[in-house]
């Protein structure tokens, strides 16, 4: 529609952040991802077992605290490349919870962002990922933004700044990249992180729909963020 014409066209002009890559539909597809997923998982030291066992490394997997988890979308794409390893789940909503228990019966749950200490996790989390409600910034909705009550990017952010982890990988709808999102990397970059976004639509992989949405890659270019640095990293 035309709210959502105009997001994404919006995200095509967005040049506040040089890393903002809006990748064009009709050059993506499963036959362009898999190759470039291939590539990542030779890329990543926690990825390739068999270059690893070939050449007698022992690496560790990446640890991950998931927020908003639903019902582990983000956790499964992330285990699947065989490089990461899921911690805790943090997701509010009982049948969602139940799905987590099932196929992660071993994952500890918790219930309320906002009740949730990361100084535990602090020294052992090394990604944490997470869409966090994409109702205060959906074309679909009222758009009020910050003004929302569903707004938790805040606590988000607080767990970043508690836990420090190596990486940050974030997801929301495309509205967000027209409300809110410079204060999210200015969040991030203000803590020492490297940021890159980028825009990508569903029907990259074959799905029958558009249903563009933002991404958010964070790093803070060391094993943990430099205290009272306000440099960017990386």
């Known amino acids: 529609d035309k709210a959502d014409s105009s997001a994404h066209e919006a995200a095509r002009q967005h040049n506040g952040y040089p890393g903002f890559a809006q990748l064009p539909v009709h050059a993506i597809s499963s036959a362009h991802l898999q190759p470039a997923a291939a ?67 071993h994952v500890p749950i918790h219930n309320d962002i906002k009740e949730l200490d990361g100084e535990q996790y602090r020294g052992s989390v090394d990604v944490i990922c997470g869409g966090w409600p994409c109702q205060p910034f959906s074309t679909a909705g009222n758009k009020r933004g910050e003004s929302d009550h569903r707004h938790l990017w805040p606590e988000f952010n607080r767990l970043i700044r508690e836990i420090r982890p190596r990486w940050v990988i974030g997801e929301n709808v495309i509205g967000h990249v027209t409300m809110g999102l410079d204060n999210v990397l200015s969040d991030l970059e203000g803590q020492g992180y490297a940021t890159e976004t980028f825009v990508i639509p569903a029907c990259a992989l074959n799905a029958p729909h558009r249903r563009d949405r933002v991404w958010v890659i964070a790093n803070s270019g060391s094993n943990g963020v430099r205290e009272q640095s306000g440099r960017r990293s990386g």
């Open 39 to 105: 590539r990542a998982r030779d890329r990543h030291p926690a990825m390739a077992d068999k270059k690893r066992q070939n050449c007698g490394e022992v690496l560790a997997m990446l640890k991950v605290l998931d927020l908003f988890s639903g019902i582990g979308g983000f956790a499964l794409g992330l285990e699947r490349t065989g490089g990461y390893q899921v911690q805790a789940f943090c997701e509010i909503e009982e049948y969602a919870q139940r799905v987590l228990r099932k196929h992660w019966s």
